[in-house]
T-cell receptor
Framework: GNSVTQMEGPVTLSEEAFLTINCTYTATGYPSLFWYVQYPGEGLQLLLKATKADDKGSNKGFEATYRKETTSFHLEKGSVQVSDSAVYFCALVQGGSEKLVFGKGTKLTVNP | DAGVIQSPRHEVTEMGQEVTLRCKPISGHNSLFWYRQTMMRGLELLIYFNNNVPIDDSGMPEDRFSAKMPNASFSTLKIQPSEPRDSAVYFC?????????????FGEGSRLTVL
């Protein structure tokens, strides 16, 4: 079946550090890929998406590139802020399906 | 516009009691999803509806769980009888173009504790 594997957290960084959160997936065909973010006490929000190979999704300084050859969709940000502290979820939806499959989430803490 | 509204935000109940969680999706959205979040299992899709019709309930853990969507602006998730292992955060999400887009709008969740 379809699945998403994220790097284990938690991740703790200092402000202005570079962020990478790894995500790999298993799916048949060509899924669409997503990153969602969950701030403390809130529901998940869509952060960015990519729908085909080599697409780059970007939003709020975050980027992720759909790499079909490595089945990966790693999240990056060049300079994190304290306000980026949250849990980040990688997710996929298989073509023809309406079921979004999430990874376990990676908690990020950014210290001033 | 108001987002997805869930109630109650917190519920503490005793084993064996009935629990009803409520959700109001964003107006105009035609798909609704119920997810459960736990530390051990992460986010699990329980059931989803398109145009008020249940499409896939294969994620509902057992017969104690039921969900309804009587109209486009309201859905309930009921657990009867509740058990301690049902303790989790339950999220409702809606989408205006269906789940295939992956673009879901989540509520703030209902945190359930079963003693």
């Amino acid at each position: 079946g379809n699945s998403v594997t994220q790097m284990e957290g938690p991740v703790t960084l200092s402000e202005e550090a570079f962020l990478t959160i790894n995500c790999t997936y298993t799916a048949t065909g060509y899924p669409s890929l997503f990153w969602y973010v969950q701030y403390p006490g809130e529901g998940l929000q869509l952060l960015l998406k990519a729908t085909k190979a080599d697409d780059k999704g970007s939003n709020k300084g975050f980027e992720a590139t759909y790499r079909k050859e490595t089945t990966s969709f790693h999240l990056e940000k060049g300079s994190v802020q304290v306000s980026d502290s949250a849990v980040y979820f990688c997710a996929l939806v298989q073509g023809g399906s309406e079921k979004l499959v999430f990874g376990k989430g990676t908690k990020l803490t950014v210290n001033p | 516009d108001a987002g997805v509204i869930q109630s109650p935000r917190h519920e503490v109940t005793e084993m064996g009691q009935e629990v009803t969680l409520r959700c109001k999706p964003i107006s105009g959205h035609n798909s609704l999803f119920w997810y459960r979040q736990t530390m051990m299992r992460g986010l699990e899709l329980l059931i989803y509806f398109n145009n008020n019709v249940p499409i896939d309930d294969s994620g509902m853990p057992e017969d104690r769980f039921s969900a309804k969507m009587p109209n486009a602006s309201f859905s309930t998730l009921k657990i009867q009888p509740s058990e301690p292992r049902d303790s989790a955060v339950y999220f409702c999400a809606s989408s205006y173009r269906g789940g295939a887009t992956g673009e879901l709008f989540f509520g703030e969740g209902s945190r359930l504790t079963v003693l």
